[in-house]
């Protein structure tokens, strides 16, 4: 199965921003709903953004809502997640993944220092 890749992730100041990428690994990105997702040390994973299959429509989680922005560039092959306000409770490992599923990548580390 297609696995996708994430890119963009990095230390910063609270406040700062960062501009996640998620693409599929040598393959085009399937047209299907993706979301990013997080996971911070001992903690279960979420979603935190989605976009559907041809960008007209997101959800994002009230932590991130207003903060964060979801969208993809289908020409390109790519995903993207636009971080700014940044606070340490965003610091987390990010995943991009299809909503119906599918394998997991490495992830891309977010750390948010005050």
């Known amino acids: 199965q297609v696995r996708l890749v994430e890119s963009g992730g990095g230390l910063v100041q609270t406040g700062g921003s960062l501009r996640l990428s998620c693409a599929a690994s040598?393959?085009?990105?399937?047209?299907?709903?993706i979301g990013w997702y997080r996971q911070p040390p001992g903690q279960q994973r979420e979603m935190v953004a989605s976009?559907?299959?041809?960008?007209?429509?997101?959800y994002y989680a009230d932590s991130v809502k207003g903060r964060f922005t979801i969208s993809r560039d289908n020409a390109k092959n790519t995903v993207y997640l636009q971080m700014n306000s940044l606070k340490a409770a965003d610091s987390a490992v990010y995943y991009c993944?299809?909503?119906?599923?599918?394998?997991w990548g490495q992830g891309t580390q977010v750390t948010v220092s005050s």
């Open positions: 040598g393959r085009t990105l399937a047209i299907r709903a």
């Open positions: 976009v559907c299959d041809n960008g007209g429509s997101t």
């Open positions: 993944n299809y909503v119906s599923g599918g394998s």
